[in-house]
Nanobody, 121 residues
Framework: QVQLVESGGGLVQPGGSLRLSCAAS????????MGWYRQAPGRQRELVGG???????NYADSVKGRFTISRDYAKNTVYLQMNSLKPGDSAVYYC???????????????WGQGTQVTVSS
């Protein structure tokens, strides 16, 4: 089962940009979909967006037009490009791999440890 490690978080001013990375410990080729979620203090974890193995993407209404998800099979990495950031985007951002099978072995979903994004002046 792959392990996921997020990076790229930090402090950014409103209107700024960040690119988060989600590096997998192994191949992501067999994973049908991967997603980005976020959780702000006192709030439930929410879906930011996801990407399928075919490259289709979906986004929460709150981030459409500002965030872009992509995946690089050669690097086993999924990215979240965040532009025009707002204070309301501040949260811990998590990467998730959906359940998948590799050969005869099937694995449950996997979460990364999260990376903090703070949007503040």
């Amino acid at each position: 089962q792959v392990q996921l490690v997020e990076s790229g978080g930090g402090l950014v001013q409103p209107g700024g940009s960040l690119r988060l990375s989600c590096a997998a410990s192994g191949s992501i080729f067999s994973i049908p979909a991967m997603g980005w979620y976020r959780q702000a203090p006192g709030r439930q974890r929410e879906l930011v967006g996801g990407i399928t193995s075919g490259g289709s993407t979906n986004y929460a209404d709150s981030v459409k037009g500002r965030f872009t998800i992509s995946r690089d099979y050669a690097k086993n990495t999924v990215y979240l490009q965040m532009n025009s950031l707002k204070p309301g985007d501040s949260a811990v951002y998590y990467c998730k791999a959906d359940p998948y099978c590799s050969g005869d072995v099937c694995y449950s979903s996997t979460w990364g440890q999260g990376t903090q994004v703070t949007v503040s002046s």
